[in-house]
């Protein structure tokens, strides 16, 4: 194989070269790297080298749209145990009154469990509000007081 047809090989197993952005066979490798975690599974399952999934994977554009393929995965997830946690706390309130001693206690310890979890959860969110408004109001106090907008008040700090 000459130098030429070698060089057009590699820019048809390789899309980015010839063409920017995000193409199908981006999208398939996407899709293949959700759906199996190893590069070499992924890509198989994409049909592709697994050299060129390295290769995406490098590129910065590559991975913010992975990340965010990963996000709305992760999101669905989330939304789908969310609607099975109301039949999930159900079966759980069920094996509370079993009759069989063992089941219900498990089941009252485990919501409990969930509920201090989850009641931790929630401080720990109002806690991050607070300290968020009490850094911004930080912030604004020294702006004021250097007479500098934002952005000028962050530069200075980061030359420290």
Not at 38 to 59: I, S, Y
Not at 87 to 96: G, I, K, P, S
Request: with cysteine.
């Amino acid at each position: 194989m000459g130098k030429r047809s070698a060089t057009k090989k590699e820019a048809a197993l390789v899309p980015e070269i010839v063409e920017p952005g995000i193409s199908r066979r981006h999208e398939a490798v996407i899709v293949a790297l959700l759906a199996n975690p190893k590069m070499k599974d992924a890509a198989a399952a994409a049909g592709v080298n697994e050299a060129t999934v390295w290769r995406l994977m490098q590129r910065k554009d590559f991975q913010i749209r992975y990340r965010e393929a990963q996000t709305k995965v992760f999101d669905g997830a989330l939304g789908t145990l969310q609607g099975a946690t109301a039949e999930a706390v159900a079966t759980l309130q069920r094996n509370m009154t079993c009759g069989t001693p063992t089941a219900e206690v498990q089941a009252a310890k485990t919501i409990l469990d969930y509920t201090i979890k989850a009641r931790e959860l929630f401080d720990y969110g109002d806690r991050l509000r607070l300290m968020e408004a009490a850094l911004k109001r930080r912030e604004e106090a020294e702006q004021k007081r250097l007479g500098k907008p934002a952005e000028e008040v962050e530069d200075d700090d980061d030359d420290d």
